[in-house]
């Protein structure tokens, strides 16, 4: 009988996917951070290097602070998007009904921008091409 936990399908992730699950750019199969993004007392721990290729994370010193303009972009979306669905939901309510839900969900929600936000950082400008054959020797 054949052992079916040791069979791996190689299945190719799309760019759009990798950056969905923070995989590395070189093979989109090696994780990027070490834990789950629900692990709130974790979540900003990255491997230094992909465990499957072998490539650096950090292409260069100080390279995630581009990172954080993503973030912002991203928080700005989130803070605008909840801003016309508490405007319409509630009838144009006072300032207070905008602050409370949308400091709530922004914090809530620091740990997948956070991983998110390096995530498309590295892929869109990490300047690393897709190796698929890349493994670790």
């Known amino acids: 009988m054949e052992d079916t936990k040791n069979i791996r399908l190689d ?5 759009l996917q990798a950056i969905g699950e923070a995989r590395c750019p070189q093979c989109r199969e090696g994780k990027m951070f070490k834990y ?6 974790k979540f900003s721990e990255m ?3 992909c465990p499957e290729c072998g490539l650096k994370f950090e292409v260069e010193p100080g390279f995630w602070y581009g990172a ?3 973030s912002y972009a991203n928080t700005v979306v989130l803070l605008a998007i909840l801003g016309v669905v508490v ?4 009838n144009d309510p006072p300032v207070m009904y905008y602050i409370v839900p949308i400091t ?5 929600l620091v740990p997948f921008n956070f991983r998110i936000s390096r995530a498309v950082f590295l892929h869109l400008f990490g300047f690393v091409k897709y190796k698929p054959e ?3 020797a």
């Open 104 to 108: 709530i969900l922004s914090i809530a």
């Open 134 to 136: 890349e493994k670790n």
């Open 68 to 70: 954080m303009f993503v």
């Open 36 to 41: 789950p993004f629900w692990r709130v007392d």
């Open 47 to 49: 491997n230094t290097h």
């Open 11 to 15: 299945v190719k992730r799309s760019k």
């Open 87 to 90: 405007f319409y939901i509630f």
